[in-house]
């Protein structure tokens, strides 16, 4: 979904903003796509901006000074990956201003969702990454080379989805090229998923108190409930753009893997019977596929986002 307000649509350096961190705007740009940023920072929040920047398109101390307090406004919240408050304007920041020029000042779960999505695709990618560096280091294996087994992918792929390198156990077992395979597949499917998210993203139909989304492969929707929100709610604790990334991961392989409901399988990576699923029921595991990602993205496990964080779990 692209921008809607009629002053940010179709301008290539806020669209591109939308969608590519690189593309993020920052003290020291200028141009009419920064002026467009200040009308919309004084709209919707009254800002108070120097007129000398204004006057030349620049986003200086009081642009910034604005963006900061736009963000910090209890009725926003709009953290980094980091979960802390910055004065740059990305993903979130340009979503949510678009979202109050265009009238929708109350966000529902699914803009919400929009917003995390970037975040989401982020990760993902990093997994597809590091599942690729796997084949090579397995292939690498098969030819009989010895290699550094205890770097973060292997640990990664150990921990979650219990497959290792050449040796097996009662839970885990020796990873093949198929394993490998099937696990990217399913990524690829999450990211489709996420480009999709105009028709698989869907406010409703409620979903219990407990569960802030839920993905059917039936429908081939994620629904979004009223537990879906950010920061410190009185439902729902804890849940910032981290955790709801994790679950929105989480929630498209349930439209990827028709698997990845069953009991023995839908296991949260928070229960102590995650540790203890086979391979061949781990591979499957939503909960798996978020945390493996967030894992390989940053390089360590722990503490773990997604939904039974979110519920203070």
């Known amino acids: 979904m692209g ?6 649509k179709d301008d290539p350096k806020l669209e591109a903003c939308l ?8 003290r020291g740009a200028a141009g009419d796509h920064v002026r467009k940023i200040q009308d919309a920072l004084i709209k919707t929040d009254g800002a108070s901006i120097d007129r000398n920047e204004l006057d030349r398109k620049f986003y200086g101390n009081s642009t910034a000074q604005a963006i900061l307090n736009f963000k910090t406004n209890q009725k926003r919240l709009i953290r980094n990956y980091k979960g802390e408050f910055d004065d740059i304007v990305g993903v979130k920041t340009i979503r949510a201003l678009d979202l109050e020029l265009a009238g929708v000042t109350n966000p529902t779960q699914k803009d ?9 695709e982020d990760i993902v990618r990093a997994a597809l990454r590091t599942v690729n560096e796997l084949g090579r280091d397995l292939a690498t294996l098969q030819a009989g080379t010895s290699l550094n087994l205890g770097t973060p992918r292997w640990e990664a792929l150990q ?18 090229q198929a394993d490998l395979d099937f696990i990217k597949e399913n990524y690829q499917g999450v990211l489709q998923v996420f480009l ?7 406010n409703g139909p409620p979903v219990s108190d407990a569960a802030p989304a839920r993905g059917s492969f039936a429908d081939q929707k994620i629904f979004f409930g009223t537990a879906f929100k950010d920061f410190d709610t009185p439902d729902a604790k804890a849940i910032g753009p981290n955790s ?3 679950m929105l991961v989480h929630e498209a392989i349930h439209l990827t893997d028709n698997r990845s409901g069953e009991p023995n399988i839908h296991i949260s990576e928070f229960d102590p019977l995650y540790d203890k699923m086979s391979a061949d029921e781990a591979i499957h595991n939503s909960s798996g ?5 967030w894992h ?16 203070g779990q």
């Open 3 to 8: 921008l809607q307000s009629k002053s940010f």
């Open 19 to 26: 969608v590519s961190d690189p593309a993020h705007i920052f």
């Open 112 to 120: 919400l969702a929009l917003l995390d999505k970037t975040l989401a």
């Open 159 to 176: 921990k979650h989805f219990h497959l290792l390198p050449q040796v097996s156990s009662s839970l885990g077992r020796a990873v093949t």
């Open 196 to 202: 999709n998210s105009s028709l698989t993203f869907r």
């Open 244 to 246: 709801r990334a994790a």
């Open 289 to 293: 596929y978020a945390t493996f990602a």
């Open 296 to 311: 390989v993205k940053r390089g360590f496990d722990q503490p773990r986002f997604g939904g039974g964080a979110a519920m």
